[in-house]
């Protein structure tokens, strides 16, 4: 009986410090609001493309397993961060780019068969 109580002592104590460490994040002190992803998208299996928002800037990086870089800084807001980020940045990188991430795979597909 002791032991299954003490369990759950443990058990309790582990989620209370993680609740805990979860609501210290938000009282840091740092402001948040100032930089915002407007989206991310998978290039790679390690690698990543993200649009990121600083102060009324939009800032096109990539992100690898060793580096982040800047791509591209747009003079005007390519997206808004709040309705249909994803699929309307991916349309405008496919766009800037000059090339459709379906051609790219459908040829993939087409050298694995010859192989």
Known sequence: MSLGLGLIV???????????????????????????????????????IALIEVGGTQILVGITATAIRTLHVF???????????????????????GRSWGDRSASRNDQGGDA
């Not at 979860?22 to 407007?38: C, D, H």
């Not at 249909?84 to 780019?97: H, V």
């Open 10 to 48: 443990v058990i309790a104590l582990i989620f209370g410090c993680a609740w805990l460490v979860k609501r210290m994040n938000g009282l840091s002190g740092m402001n948040n609001q100032a930089i915002k992803v407007v989206s991310v998208m998978p290039v790679g299996a390690r690698e990543r």
């Open 75 to 97: 003079d005007e807001p390519v997206v808004s961060g709040s309705v249909g980020g994803d699929s309307e940045f991916a349309k405008r990188l496919q766009t800037m780019l």
